[in-house]
């Protein structure tokens, strides 16, 4: 049961500081235990004492598999998605790959993948001239500018996390038929077949000693 003067964290039972310290559904929880906490997990607040105990447990051990994680495909820009076929597993980390332990990013099965989807936002941004007096104003017919921003969409069937986002562009993609663009979409198209390979019961070709890593 939580304590109702907050002094102490009801994950390690560490005192806690008068600011500083995360609610939790029926307790609090000190910083110390929050940054053990997978980035992955959302939603903090409605979970209970007891489930953020079990989801440290958790995050010790996967700590543990890291050290067995041999990554030899790779996709992304900023945020990462590293596969080791012979785990059949892969870890989401802005991380490069010899440091993708610092972070303990969270192994995920690829038998855990339920989809995968790429999420294409289009923004449009109009150009204007300017008339006589200083003002601006359309052109005729109108010149539109069309950029694009592509999210690879994780579905999982996982205890502690349900979706993951990764972004495959840093900066926006302008041009439908641009030579970014269809790299993209190569990319998009490469990550999903990649992740549901398991599901397709396909054996990965691929020396641990081959590295590939896709960027943008």
């Not at 076929?85 to 989401?92: C, D, K, L």
């Not at 017919?141 to 994780?154: E, G, Q, S």
């Not at 972004?167 to 926006?172: T, V």
């Amino acid at each position: 049961m939580a304590r109702l003067d907050r002094t102490y964290c009801d994950i390690c039972n560490k005192p806690l500081p008068s600011m500083g310290y995360y609610k939790l559904k029926d307790g609090c929880m000190c910083a110390s235990c929050s940054k053990i906490i997978s980035p992955l997990l959302k939603n903090r607040r409605d979970k209970t004492t007891e489930y953020i105990r079990r989801h440290i447990e958790y995050r010790e051990e996967n700590k543990k598999k890291l050290s067995g994680f041999r990554p030899s495909i790779g996709f992304g820009y900023d945020k990462k998605i590293y596969i080791d076929p012979y785990m059949s597993a892969f870890v989401v980390t802005k991380r490069k790959e010899e440091d993708i332990c610092l972070d303990n990013p969270d192994i995920i099965m690829l038998s855990q993948v339920v989809s995968c989807d790429t999420d294409i936002k289009e923004y449009i941004k109009e150009e204007y001239n300017q008339n006589e007096d200083g003002k601006k104003e359309s052109y005729y017919p109108p010149h539109l500018r069309h950029f694009y921003d592509f999210k690879t969409v994780i579905v999982l069937n996982n205890e502690w996390f349900d979706k993951i986002v990764v972004d495959l562009n840093g900066e926006s993609v302008e041009g439908r038929g641009s030579i970014r663009y269809q790299k993209c979409s190569s990319i998009a198209k490469q990550i999903k077949d990649t992740l549901l390979y398991d599901k397709k019961k396909q054996i990965f070709g691929l020396k641990r000693e081959d590295s590939h890593l896709f960027r943008l």
